[in-house]
């Protein structure tokens, strides 16, 4: 498959988007990341971004319709004709059976979902190590990407802090959440012969090689 319709699938801090971005890049196709689509569509004022706003900013999630219809728009651009990465989506299972509608409607069905496997502490421990630059907003890792100077960043010299998102009790919560709406969905893609497991622990380079050997298989 040189240029595989994917969907990656996994909790948050499995390392969906590194993997997701060096692939694309690799099969030549987009990464079609819904979060990122998101936030730039809420940037850009688009009316779709300003619906997906009025959900996160009540503190909602982004209802299927307004997901789908961002997803229906890029996977109708050019460069999405030969193949996809989507990374982020389908989060539930409406979203799943919309996908699979779209893609029926022009013959391109999907040809794997690779599901991203780690257990939830080391979950835990990457996403509650993450520290953000107040100043100059640059990522920072405590065990993975450690400042040079504890508490500081390498870039700037300005103050790391833990966002809400990523304290524990945030933490927890975001893959409470995850695991009820998106484990039907393993089995939705499991009975469709199209899941694929991966390690997701270890080493990013071993789980790269991983996926190229399950997508081609
Ligand atoms: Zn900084």
Redesign the pocket.
């Known amino acids: 498959m040189t240029s595989p319709r994917v969907v990656f699938l996994g909790p948050p801090g499995a390392g969906k988007g590194t993997q997701a971005r060096q692939l694309a890049t690799g099969w030549g196709v987009p990464q079609i990341a819904t979060g990122d689509m998101l936030r730039e569509a809420v940037a850009a004022g688009t009316p779709l971004g300003r619906e997906a706003k009025r959900h996160m900013d009540s503190g909602g999630l982004v209802p299927d319709d307004v997901v789908i219809g961002l997803v229906a728009e890029r996977l109708a651009r050019p460069d999405a004709r030969a193949g996809f990465v989507l990374d982020g989506f389908p989060r539930t299972a409406a979203q799943a059976e919309a996908l699979d509608r779209m893609l029926a409607e022009r013959s391109t069905p999907l040809e794997r979902v690779v599901f991203f496997q780690v257990a939830r502490p080391e979950l835990l421990r990457r996403l509650t190590g993450r520290r953000v630059?107040r100043?100059?907003g640059?990522p920072f890792h405590l065990v993975s990407a450690p400042p040079r100077v504890t508490g500081r960043?390498d870039?700037?010299g300005?103050e790391l802090y833990q966002r809400e998102d990523d304290a524990e009790t945030a933490v927890a919560r975001r893959l409470d959440v995850y695991g009820s709406q998106t484990e039907p969905l393993l089995a939705y893609y499991r009975d469709r012969g199209l899941l694929v497991t991966v390690a997701g622990e270890g080493d990013v380079a071993r789980v790269g090689q991983d996926i190229l050997q399950v997508v081609a298989a």
């Open positions: 630059c100043q100059c640059a960043c870039n700037c300005g």
